[in-house]
């Protein structure tokens, strides 16, 4: 499938690949930095923003990537990716490694159990759109200082609620540690400090595949600590 992307700056490719519930504007911060190094590529995961819906597994959505690469003949690439985004970069560590130059896993996790809670996810933003959970979202993206939570509980809300239920339907069985110790690219983990989403086991077993960094931030550690955030991909 063909996501929509937007294409910008020159150099090496980096696909910045973001999480659950955001379009590819959620980097709107990082890529005057980025640019400036690196052919920035950006996406909307399918389901979300101007992409069609697509694929219910990690694999698909990960795939998705690929295809993407192709389309734009990216023979290979760096891959930053954030919490969802985060989870398609282990997969894509794990299995297509000789795709990838470089490996940045960001507030992200290889699984969060239990599934239920992700199908219970999916059917209520079904019946009842993803109104319905929007402040409970946004209190585990950002800190209560951060400025511009309205921006972002909007780009959340105007998520079509198939595509945002699909994407919880694909983390619901996800069980990506045997990935993790497969993963031979360099890479780096960045956490932010104060995120309530990954917990110490992700910490624990994330630290062993690459260098780690925390950022003071919550959940979206690109967004809340942009310029730190950003000094680490150009280090």
């Given at each position: 499938m063909t996501v929509h992307h937007v294409v910008e700056g020159d150099g090496r490719p980096?696909?910045?690949?973001?999480?659950l519930g955001t379009t590819h504007r959620m980097w709107d911060a990082n890529v005057p930095a980025l640019a400036s190094r690196y052919r920035v590529v950006r996406y909307?995961?399918?389901?979300?923003?101007?992409?069609?819906?697509?694929?219910?597994?990690?694999?698909?959505?990960?795939?998705?990537?690929?295809?993407?690469?192709?389309?734009?003949?990216?023979?290979?690439?760096?891959?930053?990716?954030i919490s969802l985004g985060g989870f398609l970069g282990i997969w894509l560590g794990a299995n297509a490694p000789h795709r990838l130059e470089r490996l940045f896993l960001c507030c992200t996790a290889p699984r969060l159990p239990p599934p239920q809670q992700w199908l219970d996810r999916a059917a209520n933003v079904r019946a009842h759109g993803v109104e319905l959970?929007?402040?409970?979202v946004l209190a585990r993206w950002f800190t209560p200082a951060f400025p511009d939570r309205a921006?972002?509980?909007?780009?959340?809300?105007?998520?079509?609620?198939?595509?945002?239920?699909?994407?919880?339907?694909?983390?619901?069985?996800?069980?990506?540690?045997?990935?993790?110790?497969?993963?031979?690219?360099?890479?780096?983990v960045?956490?932010?400090?104060?995120?309530?989403?990954?917990?110490?086991?992700?910490?624990?077993?994330?630290?062993?595949?690459?260098?780690?960094?925390?950022?003071?931030?919550?959940?979206?550690?690109?967004v809340e600590a942009a310029d730190a955030f950003d000094a680490v991909l150009l280090a």
């Open positions: 980096l696909i910045l690949s973001s999480s909307d995961h399918p389901g979300h923003g101007d992409s069609p819906p697509g694929p219910r597994t990690i694999a698909g959505l990960a795939g998705a990537v690929l295809e993407l690469a192709d389309e734009l003949e990216l023979e290979r690439f760096s891959f930053c990716g959970i929007a402040d409970s921006r972002y509980r909007e780009m959340l809300v105007s998520t079509p609620s198939e595509g945002y239920a699909r994407c919880c339907e694909a983390i619901a069985p996800m069980d990506l540690r045997d990935d993790l110790r497969r993963i031979k690219v360099p890479t780096t960045i956490f932010g400090r104060h995120d309530p989403v990954t917990g110490d086991e992700p910490r624990r077993l994330l630290g062993e595949v690459g260098d780690v960094v925390e950022l003071d931030a919550m959940h979206l550690a690109s």
